[in-house]
Structure formats: structure tokens, C-alpha cells
T-cell receptor, first 112, second 113 residues
Framework: GNSVTQMEGPVTLSEEAFLTINCTYTATGYPSLFWYVQYPGEGLQLLLKATKADDKGSNKGFEATYRKETTSFHLEKGSVQVSDSAVYFCALSKNSGYALNFGKGTSLLVTP | ETGVTQTPRHLVMGMTNKKSLKCEQHLGHNAMYWYKQSAKKPLELMFVYNFKEQTENNSVPSRFSPECPNSSHLFLHLHTLQPEDSALYLC????????????FGSGTRLTVV
């Protein structure tokens, strides 16, 4: 079946450090890939997405590239801020807009 | 405001109580979902509704009963819950076929005592 594997957290970084959160997936065909973010006490918000191989999703300084050859969708940001502290979820959708499969989430803490 | 509104935000209920969670979406989406988020566990998909019809029930105990009276509203009726049902319950909606992912509500934090 379809599944997503994320690196275990928590990840703790100093402000302005480089961030990478790894995500790999298992799926047949060409799923759509997403990153969601959950700030404390809130629901999940869509951060970025990519719908085909080699697409790069980007938003708020975060980027992720859909790599079919390595079945990966790693999240990166060049310089994190304290306000980026949250839980990040990688997800895939085999059918367009339907049945998202989520990873377990990676908690990020950015310290001043 | 995300376009998906959940009420109440917090709920404490006894094991013999009956309560309902409400979700409303203002996005014109045609699919709605209930997820359960427990500490240190992956998000668990509970129920899926497409065009008001339930299309998925992921082995959820019968003490959770969903209702979708129209494409904008989704309820989760709760009765005789257990303490392990304490969690954040998230509602989401999407438009099938557009590949834009889900829009989530802020969730209801449920505590069963």
C-alpha cells in the first residue's frame, strides 16, 4: 500500500540554521506529495505540494523537490526562524485530492 | 480562519456522556474527513465522505458515529467513550480531482474522564 516515512524528531536547531527534514514514500504510479505544518494548538496547514516528478514546491522559504528516482520529497529551508517551530508532516495522495497518507510528523524546535 | 470551522475547540466528557463534534466548511468542497491525532501516533483517518456518502470507515469503533447531512457539514457523534479516546479530532475537506490536498480545521481537543 501507499506509505510515507519521515525522519524521527525532535529536531532542534539554532535560529538561521539550515533545515532538512527527510521524507520518503512508497506508492505505485505517480502520487501527489505534500508537506503540512501544525503549529501548537492548531490544525494542519498545507505548506507546499508537488504533483509530478521533478516539480519543486515552495512557500515561506521552504522548498521540497519531488524525486521519483529516490522516491523522496525532503523539506528544506535555508535559514530557520523561531516562528518555524512546529510539527511538519509529509503526505501523499494517490488519487488527486483524495485519501492522504501521512507520515508520523517531525517536531522542529528553533531556539534563539 | 482556514475555511473549515470546528466546534467546540475543547470538550471534556464523562464515559457515559453523549456529545457531538461539528465541522463546517465554507470552501465548496465535495469531500470531508475525520482524523484522530493522538500523542506520538500518526494521524489516523477515521471516516471519509464524498458527496455526502460515506466511502471509508477505517475500522472505527461504533462508539464513534459520523453524520454528513450535506456537503458542507460533518458531525461526529460520541457515546460511551473510553479514556484512550482522548485526542485531537481534526476535520478536513477537499475538492476531489484538483490535487490541492486538504484544508484542515483547528480541531477539537477531546478529554474523556
Amino acid at each position: 500500500g501507499n506509505s510515507v516515512t519521515q525522519m524521527e524528531g525532535p529536531v532542534t536547531l539554532s535560529e538561521e540554521a539550515f533545515l532538512t527534514i527527510n521524507c520518503t514514500y512508497t506508492a505505485t504510479g505517480y502520487p501527489s506529495l505534500f508537506w503540512y505544518v501544525q503549529y501548537p494548538g492548531e490544525g494542519l496547514q498545507l505548506l507546499l505540494k508537488a504533483t509530478k516528478a521533478d516539480d519543486k514546491g515552495s512557500n515561506k522559504g521552504f522548498e521540497a523537490t519531488y524525486r521519483k528516482e529516490t522516491t523522496s520529497f525532503h523539506l528544506e529551508k535555508g535559514s530557520v526562524q523561531v516562528s518555524d517551530s512546529a510539527v511538519y508532516f509529509c503526505a501523499l495522495s494517490k488519487n488527486s485530492g483524495y485519501a492522504l497518507n501521512f507520515g508520523k510528523g517531525t517536531s522542529l524546535l528553533v531556539t534563539p | 480562519e482556514t475555511g473549515v470551522t470546528q466546534t467546540p475547540r475543547h470538550l471534556v466528557m464523562g464515559m457515559t456522556n453523549k456529545k457531538s463534534l461539528k465541522c463546517e466548511q465554507h470552501l465548496g468542497h465535495n469531500a470531508m474527513y475525520w482524523y484522530k491525532q493522538s500523542a506520538k501516533k500518526p494521524l489516523e483517518l477515521m471516516f471519509v465522505y464524498n458527496f455526502k456518502e460515506q466511502t471509508e470507515n477505517n475500522s472505527v469503533p461504533s462508539r464513534f458515529s459520523p453524520e454528513c447531512p450535506n456537503s458542507s457539514h460533518l458531525f461526529l457523534h460520541l457515546h460511551t467513550l473510553q479514556p484512550e479516546d482522548s485526542a485531537l479530532y481534526l476535520c478536513a475537506s477537499s475538492q476531489l480531482g484538483q490535487g490541492k490536498g486538504y484544508t484542515f480545521g483547528s480541531g477539537t481537543r477531546l478529554t474523556v474522564v
